[in-house]
């Protein structure tokens, strides 16, 4: 059965960083592209950031991209979030997906989810 646990997630001041990480197992991880979302309270699921399978290929939401870095470990089967320059608007939970094939910005594409972790960030 495949598994995404994903972990790191935390309290922070604005301005402070938090670096995420998902863990996959049962999953031949080099196949798929991985992607991070995040839902806030009464919002619907939204695209943050996603990696390409090879790792060449990022992709960023403009309301995070030079604060938020994705990177994966295909040998780890991880896919890693920094995020720096925290703002009270990035609070959510976060989510990590596997995604086999699709637009990588589409939540109803990916495959596998994990459970999340929450992000709050503190004005």
């Known amino acids: 059965q495949v598994q995404l646990v994903e972990s790191g997630g935390g309290l922070v001041q604005a301005g402070g960083s938090l670096r995420l990480s998902c863990a996959a197992s049962e999953l031949t991880f080099s196949n798929y592209a991985m992607g991070w979302f995040r839902q806030a309270p009464g919002k619907e699921r939204e695209f943050v950031s996603a990696?390409?399978?090879?790792?060449?290929?990022?992709y960023y939401a403009d309301t995070v991209k030079g604060r938020f870095t994705i990177s994966r470990d295909n040998t780890k089967k991880t896919v890693g979030l920094q995020m720096n320059s925290l703002k009270p608007e990035d609070t959510a939970v976060y989510f990590c997906?596997?995604?086999?094939?699709?637009?990588?910005?589409?939540?109803?594409?990916?495959?596998?989810w994990g459970q999340g972790t929450q992000v709050t960030v503190s004005s």
């Open positions: 990696v390409t399978w090879s790792g060449r290929s990022t």
């Open positions: 997906g596997a995604l086999r094939g699709g637009s990588v910005r589409q939540a109803n594409q990916y495959d596998y």
